[in-house]
């Protein structure tokens, strides 16, 4: 808050209390913000030049689409310079979902009416809420999208979801609940190929 406080001006709004969790701060952003697009950054990520929300901005001017996409990239924790794996997410169509594929979520932008009408993130999902949200609103309420071919975001690595098999077993059963939850079936590899279509990642 210190540091917040040294650049208040460049902020229209700074809440800081109690939560439950990083989720439920961000529906409490999602549900303060003002703006037609909503893209949401966590604490350790950053954009990786100034024209990123340009870029952003000019896909929703030029295309007719409720949300965006692009490529993320986890650097070093200590060296940002240091890129130490690369998501390269490819153009979109909703049965790459049944393959194990998404979207990395920090680059992902929605229309303020896509959170008004299909709602924010279900906090029960834990680990896995922004895979259910995305899930939700791409295949189960095919909203349209559109992928940018280059990295938006650079993301410190080291995910909650990621740091042990037990976490990673722990979300693999919420990734199953959100298609549940959500009335879709996913393939019986579905689940399986989503931590493998990972791999490829860290040889880009």
């Not at 808050?1 to 809440?15: A, H, L, P």
């Not at 939560?19 to 003002?34: C, E, F, H, V």
């Not at 697009?37 to 007719?64: C, M, S, W």
């Given at each position: 808050?210190?540091?917040?406080?040294?650049?208040?001006?460049?902020?229209?709004?700074?809440?800081?209390?109690p939560?439950?969790?990083?989720?439920?701060?961000?529906?409490?952003?999602?549900?303060?913000?003002?703006?037609d697009?909503?893209?949401?950054?966590?604490?350790?990520?950053?954009?990786?030049?100034?024209?990123?929300?340009?870029?952003?901005?000019?896909?929703?001017?030029?295309?007719?689409?409720?949300?965006?996409?692009?490529?993320?990239?986890?650097?070093?924790?200590?060296?940002?310079?240091?890129?130490?794996?690369?998501?390269?997410?490819?153009?979109?169509?909703?049965?790459?979902?049944?393959?194990?594929?998404?979207?990395?979520?920090?680059?992902?932008?929605?229309?303020?009416?896509g959170?008004?009408?299909?709602?924010?993130?279900?906090?029960?999902?834990?680990?896995?809420?922004?895979?259910?949200?995305?899930?939700?609103?791409?295949?189960?309420?095919?909203?349209?999208?559109?992928?940018?071919?280059?990295?938006?975001?650079?993301?410190?690595?080291?995910?909650?979801?990621?740091?042990?098999?037990?976490?990673?077993?722990?979300?693999?059963?919420?990734?199953?609940?959100?298609?549940?939850?959500?009335?879709?079936?996913?393939?019986?590899?579905?689940?399986?190929?989503?931590?493998?279509?990972?791999?490829?990642?860290?040889?880009?």
């Open positions: 808050m210190e540091i917040i406080d040294k650049y208040r001006s460049y902020f229209s709004q700074c809440v800081s209390e939560d439950k969790g990083m989720y439920d701060a961000m529906n409490k952003g999602i549900a303060l913000a003002t703006g697009v909503i893209g949401i950054l966590n604490a350790d990520d950053f954009y990786p030049h100034r024209h990123v929300l340009e870029k952003v901005e000019k896909v929703f001017t030029d295309h007719q689409v409720d949300s965006c996409y692009g490529d993320l990239d986890y650097v070093d924790v200590n060296n940002t310079k240091i890129v130490v794996r690369s998501w390269r997410s490819g153009l979109y169509h909703e049965r790459r979902f049944y393959q194990g594929w998404m979207p990395p979520h920090p680059t992902f932008f929605v229309r303020r009416e959170y008004k009408s299909y709602g924010a993130f279900n906090l029960a999902m834990g680990s896995a809420s922004d895979y259910e949200l995305m899930l939700r609103f791409l295949v189960k309420h095919k909203i349209k999208t559109h992928y940018i071919p280059e990295v938006l975001v650079n993301m410190r690595s080291g995910g909650i979801s990621n740091r042990s098999l037990k976490s990673r077993i722990a979300a693999n059963r919420m990734d199953r609940l959100a298609w549940k939850i959500n009335g879709l079936r996913p393939y019986p590899w579905t689940l399986i190929m989503k931590p493998l279509s990972k791999i490829h990642q860290f040889f880009v």
